[in-house]
Nanobody, 123 residues
Framework: QAQLVESGGGLVQVGGSLRLSCAASGRTFSSYYMGWFRQAPGKEREFVAAINWNGASTSYTDSVKGRFTISRDNAKNTVYLQMNSLKPEDTAVYYC????????????????WGQGTQVTVSS
């Protein structure tokens, strides 16, 4: 069973950058499919990005392509979300997720979730 802890959120101005980290417990981290989701106030949770076990395959929602990069360091049991050129519409609570199988952009497929970290982009 994986436990996920996000960090790196905060307040940033439009056009700025943040890097979110998600530290995972467990000896099988390198086998997990990892993802990031976000939820803005009054909106449904939405998929942001995902990465396969070795980092060779990544996917992104259209609104963050070219601005966000997901990566992982299996030696450190950590997955990252580098966010550049941030916009006010990126403001949300960001959640790290994990699953033993490919889960893509479907939140109901992920078994493990972090507590979330707030990202606020001010204009």
């Amino acid at each position: 069973q994986a436990q996920l802890v996000e960090s790196g959120g905060g307040l940033v101005q439009v056009g700025g950058s943040l890097r979110l980290s998600c530290a995972a417990s467990g000896r099988t981290f390198s086998s997990y499919y990892m993802g990031w989701f976000r939820q803005a106030p009054g909106k449904e949770r939405e998929f942001v990005a995902a990465i396969n076990w070795n980092g060779a395959s990544t996917s992104y929602t259209d609104s963050v392509k070219g601005r966000f990069t997901i990566s992982r360091d299996n030696a450190k049991n950590t997955v990252y979300l580098q966010m550049n050129s941030l916009k006010p519409e990126d403001t949300a609570v960001y959640y790290c997720t994990a699953d033993h199988n490919y889960s893509g952009s479907y939140d109901y497929r992920y078994d493990y979730w972090g507590q979330g970290t707030q990202v606020t982009v001010s204009s």
